[in-house]
Each structure stands twice: as C-alpha cells, then as structure tokens.
C-alpha cells in the first residue's frame, strides 16, 4: 500500500527541540521531492519546507517563519524524511504532515503539488 | 506572498445538491490551483490539479474551473462522504500558499 505515516509528535517545552519521522512505503521514495505542512489547531494549512530528491541534489528549502530553525533531511536507504525542529516556540504547535510532491522520477525538482500525504503527528509547545 | 482567500467560510447544504466554492488569489497564479479534501482527523486528499485536472481516482462529481485569480471548485450531487473541509493551494509563485478552507456540511 501506499502510504506514509509521521511520528514523533509529543508535548515539548519552548525553546527545546524535537525531531520528527515520515517514512514511505509502497513508491520509491528517492524519486519524490518531500514537503512537510502543518496545521495549527482550527487553522488552515501552512506549508513548512521541503527537501529535494537526490537526483536534484537533495538539498531543502523552507518557509520564512521556519528558516534557521528548521532542517529537513531525508535517508534514501531507510524510506524516511525528518523534520528536525529547533529553538521551539508555541506558534509551531500544530499538527506536521508530511507530503509527496507530484513531480517523482520526472525532469522536474519540484511541481509543488502534493498527491500523498501522511496522517500527521501531532507537536504540542507549551511549558 | 500570494494569498488565497476561500468563500464562503461555511456552506450547508443536503445530499445530492451541487456545492459551488471559490478560491480567490491576490495576484494572478495563472491555472497553478490545486484543491484538497479534508475529513476530521484525516490527511487532507489530493482532488483537483492546474485548476481543472482531476487526480488520479477523483470522482467525475468533482470539477474544478478558472483561471488567473478566481477559481472555483463544484462539487455535483453530494454525496454523503463529500462533507469535509476543502482548501485551495496555489504553486504559481513561492512559496506555496494554501486558502483557509471551506466547510461543507450537511444542512
């Protein structure tokens, strides 16, 4: 089956860190770009950053609101992308989703649309 | 960054009518619209790409429609399973931008 499934989400206090996992399972996983989007509680939809695929070099890019204390990574090997959340404050409570972007094994690095996603993993900042 | 503003906020309406919503971007996104289905305690669901083109296994009920700022997503004759929270994203300018979502519910 094709899916993915975040995990790691918990209760942190402000100002700690707190990594979390999305792995893949059923695609080949080194073909897709990965975004991560969160969604506060009652809110909308925010997109939070994403890493590109190997063949484009792997490297990520993120939001404004998220630059400098987000990294995005991901393990080809192990089917997995993280999402490593630094300097936490309580505006980053959310629940994190992570997504496949449309683009797979095609001559793009990123079509910013996003077909799969995860159940989502819940990250509460609160002392 | 490009805003997508989705009206109206609520819509209630019975099985089987249509649902009409919109999705309006602060700047041209040109057909670079996506819309997404969301059920309570669900991922969000990929429907509609490039404003009109369905995803893979996306009903015929849904359709999407326009261009340049305004967009609107129709949905056919209810179904029971169609009451959900839809939110429009566009990927025409970065970085991606998501509306606020339109509830439909069951009137």
């Known amino acids: 089956e094709v899916q993915l499934e975040e995990s790691g989400g918990t209760l942190v206090q402000p100002g700690r860190s707190l990594r979390l996992s999305c792995t893949a399972s059923g695609f080949t996983f080194g073909d897709y770009a990965m975004s991560w989007v969160r969604q506060a509680p009652g809110k909308g939809l925010e997109w939070v950053g994403f890493i590109r695929s190997q063949r484009f070099g792997g490297t990520p890019e993120y939001a404004a609101s998220v630059k400098d204390r987000f990294t995005i990574s991901r393990d080809d090997s192990k089917n997995i992308a993280y999402l490593q959340m630094n300097s936490l404050k309580s505006e980053d409570t959310a629940v994190y989703y992570c997504?496949?972007?449309?683009?797979?094994?095609?001559?793009?690095?990123?079509?910013?649309?996003?077909?799969?996603w995860g159940r989502g993993t819940l990250v509460t900042v609160s002392s | 960054e490009v805003v997508l503003t989705q009206s109206p906020a609520t819509l209630s309406l019975s099985p089987g009518e249509t649902a009409t919503l919109s999705c309006r971007a602060s700047?041209?996104?040109?057909?670079?619209l996506a819309w997404y289905q969301q059920k309570p305690g669900q991922a969000p669901r990929f429907l509609i790409y490039?404003?009109?083109n369905r995803a893979t296994g996306i009903p015929a009920r849904f359709s999407g429609s326009g261009s340049r700022t305004d967009f609107t997503l129709t949905i056919s004759s209810l179904e029971p399973e169609d009451f959900a929270v839809y939110y429009c994203q566009q990927r025409s300018d970065w970085p991606p931008t998501f509306g606020g979502g339109t509830k439909v519910e069951i009137k």
């Open positions: 997504c496949r972007d449309t683009s797979g094994p095609g001559d793009r690095d990123v079509d910013w649309y996003f077909d799969l």
């Open positions: 490039d404003a009109s």
């Open positions: 700047q041209s996104v040109s057909t670079h």
